[in-house]
């Protein structure tokens, strides 16, 4: 088995979306017409985020015909690293603030897009959009 030593030490926090966020979005959903709910999951999630803030070595797989005392220095996250999710959540939270989306204040897992533009947060705006995230499941409106 796999073995990470001083884990204390490494930042694990990776928010999941709260229930009454998701009861947000499906009754925001249910009032517009033209909304559609998509649920999805990222394929190889881990794999598809940024390259690993640390140093981490593992030992090659025996399939892979090296001889027993090499390593493979880890470039991306893996199944079953601590900070795996929250380098995960990381990334997907500023490519979405990047798409134009906000970050919800009482629920960092929770996206959403007002499509007038605006940023002058006294006004009403239009919210045109929500996400919801846990991990690399995902619930759209």
């Known amino acids: 088995g796999n073995q990470e030593n001083n884990v204390e030490a490494i930042p ?3 928010p999941t979306v709260a229930k009454s966020s998701i009861r947000l979005l499906l009754a925001e959903a249910a009032r517009h017409e033209d909304w559609f709910i998509r649920v ?3 394929t190889r999630a881990f ?3 940024s390259e690993i803030e640390r140093e981490v070595f ?7 015909g090296l001889p027993g005392n090499k390593v493979w220095l880890l470039r991306k996250p893996a199944y079953g690293l601590v900070d795996a999710s929250r380098g995960f959540y990381i990334n997907q939270a500023t490519k979405l603030v990047g798409f134009g989306m906000e970050v919800c204040k009482m629920d960092p897992a929770f996206f959403f ?3 007038d533009g605006s940023t002058d947060k006294s006004e009403v705006r239009k919210l045109s959009g ?3 995230t846990h991990v690399d499941d995902s619930l759209t409106a």
């Not at 593992?58 to 892979?64: G, I, L, Q, T």
Request: glycine letters at 0%; aromatic letters at 4%.
């Open 12 to 14: 694990t926090e990776s």
């Open 113 to 115: 897009y007002h499509s």
């Open 130 to 132: 929500m996400v919801a």
């Open 40 to 42: 999805s999951d990222v």
């Open 47 to 49: 794999l598809q985020t």
């Open 58 to 64: 593992v030992r090659p797989p025996k399939e892979a």
